[in-house]
């Protein structure tokens, strides 16, 4: 197990498309443990995608489980994931471990049904909603190279964060 580094705007890497994955294999599994690892470590995480990583293959891991009141489906490895439909909007504030020293306001889907496998290969599909529908979404836009500063609800609406937050340990900002 290792903490991976993670890719910080405006690294270029960050825009590029990722691949899905086709091999649920041994070493998969491993990398899945590792981004785990990498986003246990960061900052208040409750998502990671593994392009943030630099590994370009369509792999989130979301975990809303520790935000209090919201439904949620617990720790998620999500692979090649899709949003089969999808109801409803609502704006709220995001975080992401690749853009460290801002927030922002980014709309959102309020219900999304969602296809994915796990790290074994095994069909899965969820009914998600709000908080959790907003962390997938989130995470899956990494897997098509956007970021949450691609999809601000206006220019106003990106926040600097407090410097202790921006400093936080395991956050790149060099
Ligand atoms: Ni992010």
Redesign the pocket.
Known sequence: MAVLEILVYPDPRLKQISKPVTQFDGPLRSFVQDLEETLRAGPGGV???AP?VGRFERIIIVDVSSKPKIKHHGRLVLINPEILSQEGSAVGREG????PEYTGNVARSKFITLRAQDEFGKPLEFNMERYEARAVQ??M??LDGL??LDRLVSRRDLFRRQTQEATAPKTKTS
């Open positions: 998502g990671i995608a943030q992401c471990l690749s853009v989130h995470e836009d990494h970021l949450l």
